[in-house]
């Protein structure tokens, strides 16, 4: 826990605390959080002066400088102006909130949809709301922090079940009377791991068992199943998914988040999400965004058959080099180092060599898998290839 001082000493702690930080990071020629790029031009970025390619991103498809997606923003701005300045609940609804709602609902296979400002709020609305005194929620222990702070806020029990273990589930659910009304929170795709939920699987288990599934899909949407479907429609579960929840800043290249389900599920999340009643609608402009995303999903196939090429090959490389990739199944791919020192040392040199990507560290992750996070993106190049290449192969060789 935060150690609370004294309230006359307070200030004065904070300042010396705040000082320390600023000090560990100024020691440092690259600093390795708060990077702040002074241009962007697809997948390369500018930093201190250097052209960089991005290899952290989760603009997955590329939209996020896509034409279609800018235009649309464009026309919104002028439409509705840079913002509602108020709630979906009170005056912030617009008819292009509505349009998203719609549209994505369809596109995942839901009856409705409700769109806020983040992901992280959405994903928050995807639990709070349901859960009532004597339920239980069971989480895979590597959800998504937006997911515990959902949890953290529900008046429940929460266990943590092993990761992406049917059978770790199973044997917590066997502890516990059949009619207590359950939740099971899951991600489709893992954002740090890029490991794919054993949806059919874990559902198995939850047969009979008076459980309400709540999936994060933040990861899957845009990059698997039909179209980009998402990870209950790669497997064919959509109707077993309860509360599907994402975020647009992934591969719907916005920013912004989502909970489809049910009317009734959507109908009651809208009269009881916090996180929505009092916080101001999703602007306009990214509503727009992400629903040209959508459009371009689904009229330019393109984007995703590039996507999986480039993670295929982006894969072999790393395999070739013998990295350890968590096992990783899709474009979220981790470089798991171990220790923090060497996540340090590794990424540094890939800055050198032109590459940018992000550290993840516990306990961001558990201990011992301290890694450096990639992800890769249809928009990558071949040129962009031969960079990213070159800066693994001189890393690899020398940690
Ligand atoms: C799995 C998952 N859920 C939710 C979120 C929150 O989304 P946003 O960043 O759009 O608020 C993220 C973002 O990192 C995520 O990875």
């Known amino acids: 826990m935060f150690p609370f001082p004294k309230r006359n000493a307070f200030p004065n702690a904070i300042a010396q605390r705040c000082a ?19 241009a962007q031009k697809g997948t390369r970025v500018t ?40 709630a979906r609940l009170s005056n912030g609804s617009r008819a292009c909130h509505s ?50 702070a959902g949890i953290g806020l529900a008046p429940a029990r929460a266990e943590r079940f092993a990761h992406n273990n049917p059978d770790a589930l199973a044997e917590s659910l066997s502890f516990e009377k059949q009619g207590t009304p359950k939740m099971i929170v899951m991600e489709g795709v893992y954002s740090m791991e890029g490991h794919i939920a054993p949806l059919p699987e874990i559902l198995r288990v939850c047969e009979n068992q008076n459980c309400f599934f709540v999936l994060d899909d933040a990861h899957g949407l845009g990059v698997l199943g039909k179209q980009g479907r998402g990870t209950a429609a790669h497997f064919g579960v959509t109707d077993k998914v309860d509360v599907l929840c994402g975020s647009f800043s ?53 984007h995703l058959q590039r996507l999986w090429e480039n993670t295929r090959r982006y894969r072999q490389l790393l395999d070739g080099l013998k990295l350890d990739t968590w096992g990783s199944e899709t474009p979220a791919v981790p470089i798991v180092l171990g220790v923090k020192e060497r996540v340090y040392s590794f990424w540094q040199k890939l800055i050198r060599h ?27 190049t071949d040129a962009d290839f031969e960079i990213i290449a070159t800066a693994f192969t001189a890393a690899a060789r020398s940690w």
């Open 20 to 38: 320390g930080d600023v000090l560990t990071r100024l020691r440092h020629k690259y600093a390795p959080y708060y990077h702040t790029f002074a």
């Open 47 to 86: 930093l201190d002066g250097r052209e960089l390619v991005m290899l952290s991103s989760n603009d997955y498809l590329g939209l996020a400088c896509h034409p279609k997606v800018i235009e649309a923003g464009r026309r919104a701005l002028g439409t509705w102006g840079a913002s509602t300045t108020g």
């Open 99 to 148: 349009e998203l709602e719609e549209r994505l609902a369809a596109f995942l296979g839901k009856e409705a949809c409700h769109v806020c400002s983040a992901g992280y709020l959405a994903c928050m609305s995807a639990i709070q709301p349901f859960v009532e005194k004597g339920d239980l929620i069971f989480a895979d222990k590597n959800c998504h922090s937006s997911l515990w």
């Open 250 to 302: 992934k591969a719907l290249a916005s920013t912004g988040g989502f909970v489809a389900g049910s009317r009734d599920v959507v109908e009651y999340l809208r009269t009881h999400s916090k996180q929505t009643i009092f916080s101001a609608a999703l602007s306009p402009v990214q509503a727009a965004c992400a629903m040209a995303a959508l459009d371009v999903l689904q009229t330019e196939p393109e």
């Open 354 to 380: 032109g590459v940018f990507t992000v550290m993840s560290i516990a306990p961001a992750v558990p201990p011992g898998k301290d890694l450096i996070r990639t992800a890769i993106s249809a928009a990558h």
